[in-house]
């Protein structure tokens, strides 16, 4: 059986054209990455290095754990031989860019990228550095094109999807920017990110997120829906009243306040909220039923964002107070 796994090996190694040497430093440098003991790693691939001085990979990896610990000026001098030992290797000229970039130089990063590009036009995470310089520098349209290729090999990268929303929005093309936020959203509906997303869309007019001010936190949470009756509250809604009710009963005291607006309909707007305390009762029954307080309006919602009047015929609104 060892035998055997041992021939395995070594045709793996004939067939990718990778000496065991090679494949010993590999595995090896995979364990220090998943460890996180990079100046153990440090240590042992300098000594690597001098035992092989003419081994890219060796070189490459040194850098690699070199840029763990932020040593920018040392390992770009590994990463340069490794370039120099091995011009055709994208990774190699990927993070020779990496390195120029924290060492400041832009210019040289970006002609890196574009060097690992042509050698694997593939390569995700070169197409998405390329594009944050150059949408940094301003050149939105060939930014766009290069986040449009990242997200080609990876539909869910979400500085990929961020950064394009942001720069459709900055071209003004709203119907393009507003699709992209809430394919932002669609994957990432939580953290930092999210409420800037959110106020982008909030902005042109959508409001199938929002942002709500929960006791110290704001929190995005997707818009309350009702089913076609428009009596109960939609299977969507559940996991934004969940996290909200999880974070009252967390909290210990104050109140819930449900508000909800249906123009020139009373009772149904009475029946919604009534229906939002129940659903959010069900869901967190560790919270006082008490500490839920409801109230409606037959008017819309009215909100002014950037100075621009927004109606919405219904709405919910959801807030905490008295929870300090």
């Not at 055997?4 to 000496?19: E, P, R, Y």
């Not at 340069?80 to 091995?86: G, K, P, T």
């Amino acid at each position: 059986m060892k035998k055997s796994l041992i021939v395995m090996i070594l045709l793996a190694g004939l067939l990718t054209g990778c000496s065991l040497a090679d494949m010993s430093a590999t595995m090896k440098a995979d364990r220090y990455m998943e460890s996180g003991d990079y100046r153990q790693a440090e240590t042992e691939f300098r000594e690597v290095v001098r035992e092989r001085p003419d081994s890219p990979l060796a070189h490459y990896y040194l850098g690699r754990f070199l840029m763990a610990q932020h040593k920018s000026a040392e390992a770009l001098p590994q990463f340069q031989r490794a370039v120099a030992l091995a011009p055709d290797n994208a990774d190699y000229h990927f993070w020779l860019g990496v390195t120029f970039g924290e060492l400041g130089d832009g210019k040289s990063e970006q002609a890196q990228y574009e060097q690992a590009l042509l050698f694997d036009k593939h390569h995700a995470q070169a197409h998405l550095y390329l594009g944050h310089i150059l949408l940094k520098n301003g050149n939105l349209q060939e930014a766009i094109k290069s986040y449009d290729a990242v997200l080609k090999e990876m539909p869910t990268n979400g500085a990929a999807l961020y950064n394009r929303a942001l720069i459709l929005d900055m071209e003004r093309k709203q119907v393009e920017a507003r699709k992209a936020w809430l394919e932002y959203l669609k994957w990432f509906p939580a953290g930092k990110f999210a409420r800037q997303a959110t106020e982008h869309l909030n902005a042109l007019g959508d409001f199938s997120y929002e942002n709500q001010y929960i006791g110290r936190r704001t929190v995005t949470l997707a818009e309350i829906k009702f089913v076609r009756s428009g009596k109960e509250v939609d299977a969507s809604a559940k996991p934004s009243l969940s996290l909200l009710g999880t974070i009252a009963a967390n909290l210990g005291k104050g109140y819930v306040q449900v508000v909800v607006y249906v123009d020139k309909n009373q009772e149904l707007a009475k029946e919604r909220a009534l229906k939002v305390k129940k659903t959010l009762n069900e869901l967190v029954p560790e919270l006082n039923p008490e500490r839920i307080r409801v109230s409606w309006f037959d008017v819309p919602e009215k909100i002014t964002i950037n100075q621009k009047e927004y109606v919405r015929p219904e709405a919910v609104r959801i807030f905490f107070t008295d929870w300090q």
